[in-house]
């Protein structure tokens, strides 16, 4: 059975988006036993079109991605919960392991810079979870 790792931000268009879906990829390529979630605490009614298309670009389909509320049944469940741009403590969160990335910058304003930072928090957690095993 594959373990959670639930990515959350404000508006579940973006942020988490990404890192869910560069997630999924590496961790099927390290052939690790989790997927990716992702939720938001004020979620959007639609993906953003930039973070779309910016994927796209790199073969990863988010086109049918719908942003979604977290809920405490997602927190609960979760192997690891990380934080892109949201607060974990306002949430009423479980015993999973938290970590925050507070460093990535807002993605309509600088899509490319913060899609790498996401990028490399990503493979930092693919690597530690590989390291876990």
Do not use: Y
């Amino acid at each position: 059975m594959n373990k959670t790792i639930l990515f959350l931000c404000p508006h579940n268009a973006a942020k988490s988006v990404i890192a869910a879906a560069d997630f999924d990829q590496l961790a099927r390529q390290a052939g690790l036993p989790f997927v990716a979630d992702s939720a938001g605490s004020e979620p959007d009614a639609a993906v953003s079109p930039a973070v779309v298309s910016l994927l796209a670009r790199e073969g990863l389909d988010v086109s049918q991605h719908q942003p979604r509320q977290i809920t405490p049944d997602d927190l609960r469940g979760a192997h690891r919960i990380i934080a892109l741009g949201c607060t974990p403590g306002d949430m009423g969160l479980s015993a999973a392991t938290v970590e925050v990335w507070p460093d990535i910058p807002v993605v309509s304003q600088e899509p490319e810079r913060a899609r790498g930072i996401i990028r490399a928090h990503v493979q930092m957690l693919i690597d530690d979870l590989r390291a876990a095993k």
